[in-house]
T-cell receptor
Framework: DTEVTQTPKHLVMGMTNKKSLKCEQH?????MYWYKQKAKKPPELMFV???????INESVPSRFSPECPNSSLLNLHLHALQPEDSALYLC?????????????FGQGTRLTVV | QKEVEQDPGPLSVPEGAIVSLNCTYS??????FMWYRQYSRKGPELLMY????GNKEDGRFTAQVDKSSKYISLFIRDSQPSDSATYLC??????????FGPGTRLSVLP
């Protein structure tokens, strides 16, 4: 099983709303990632969690707040977003963040901020 | 110079053709190389993973890595309309983040 599950698949939120994106994997992977992808662009790294600890934050605005409750779950809390934050948000996981390991992606959450 | 270069296409081929997709890179520390297929509005799907130089074959797909030239390729044999997608190369070195190419849009015409 190489599945990374993301919910919800689609989300429309106002600029004053608070919402959360969820990601789950049961492959025993200890590195989990959030990426943002705009149309016709490659994924851009936002956050990396390694062994449930935040190891990389790519200068992401504080209106995005990641959380890793356990080794299988990853959340992205959203608050006071802007219309330009509309994008496909992808979760990925890999066995570990260092060394020989490929990353598996979820199907993404398509976020629209109105 | 970008760290990973990839022709964005679009690349249009007739059904049954052999497709060649390529990426070049500048970071000699990259050791792990991946190809992803991404359908419109979906997440990237891992197709091939290769460590260091060499070839790897899986069904209709062959991945090649030439570290001396800093060049990787994905070949698709007997291409099908269902292969129409964006193909992303990705690579990383030990202790480094994944770096993606911009992707090549492929259309296989029936």
């Amino acid at each position: 099983d190489t599945e990374v599950t993301q919910t919800p698949k689609h989300l429309v939120m106002g600029m004053t709303n608070k919402k959360s994106l969820k990601c789950e994997q049961h492959m025993g992977h200890r590195a989990m990632y959030w990426y943002k992808q705009k149309a016709k662009k490659p994924p851009e790294l936002m956050f990396v969690y390694s062994y449930e600890k935040l190891s990389i934050n790519e200068s992401v605005p504080s209106r995005f707040s990641p959380e890793c409750p356990n080794s299988s779950l990853l959340n992205l809390h959203l608050h006071a977003l802007q219309p330009e934050d509309s994008a496909l948000y992808l979760c990925a996981s890999s066995l570990r963040d260092r060394g020989s390991t490929e990353a598996f992606f979820g199907q993404g959450t398509r976020l629209t901020v109105v | 110079q970008k760290e990973v270069e990839q022709d964005p296409g679009p690349l249009s081929v007739p059904e049954g053709a052999i497709v060649s997709l390529n990426c070049t890179y500048s970071n000699s520390a990259f050791q792990y190389f991946m190809w992803y297929r991404q359908y419109s509005r979906k997440g990237p799907e891992l197709l091939m993973y290769t460590y260091s130089s060499g070839n790897k074959e899986d069904g209709r797909f062959t991945a090649q890595v030439d570290k001396s030239s800093k060049y990787i390729s994905l070949f698709i044999r007997d291409s099908q309309p269902s292969d129409s997608a964006t193909y992303l190369c990705a690579m990383k070195g030990y202790g480094q983040n994944f770096v993606f190419g911009p992707g090549t849009r492929l259309s296989v015409l029936p």
